[in-house]
């Protein structure tokens, strides 16, 4: 069993930047691939990035391309998502993820720890 735990959110203006955390504690954190998503009320929850074990790869929703960072520091069992240039569409609670398969995936399914998410409502 993996928990994980994410903190971060909050109520930013547009334009505005935050970064959230997700700390694990259970099995050892190095052997799973991480995701982020969320989801807006009344909607799906949706993909927004992956990051593989060691960090060397990582894909990103075309929706935060170029806005968000993921990273993590396995030392610290600690998975990083860093959101610049936040907009109101932005605005959901956001979820952590831990996958025991290492291949890429944007499917919530697929995944097979959650954390209990965070809200980020971004105004405008």
């Known amino acids: 069993q993996v928990q994980l735990v994410e903190s971060g959110g909050g109520l930013v203006q547009a334009g505005g930047s935050l970064r959230l955390s997700c700390v694990a504690s259970?099995?050892?954190?190095?052997?799973?691939?991480m995701g982020w998503f969320r989801q807006a009320p009344g909607k799906e929850r949706e993909f927004v990035v992956f990051?593989?074990?060691?960090?060397?790869?990582?894909y990103y929703a075309d929706s935060v391309k170029g806005r968000f960072t993921i990273s993590r520091d396995n030392a610290k069992n600690t998975v990083y998502l860093q959101m610049n240039s936040l907009k109101p569409a932005d605005t959901a609670v956001y979820y952590c993820?831990?996958?025991?398969?290492?291949?890429?995936?944007?499917?919530?399914?697929?995944?097979?720890?959650w954390g209990q998410g965070t809200q980020v409502t971004v105004s405008s």
């Open positions: 993820a831990a996958r025991t398969l290492s291949a890429y995936s944007t499917l919530a399914s697929e995944y097979d720890y």
């Open positions: 259970g099995r050892t954190f190095s052997n799973y691939a």
């Open positions: 990051i593989s074990w060691s960090g060397g790869v990582t």
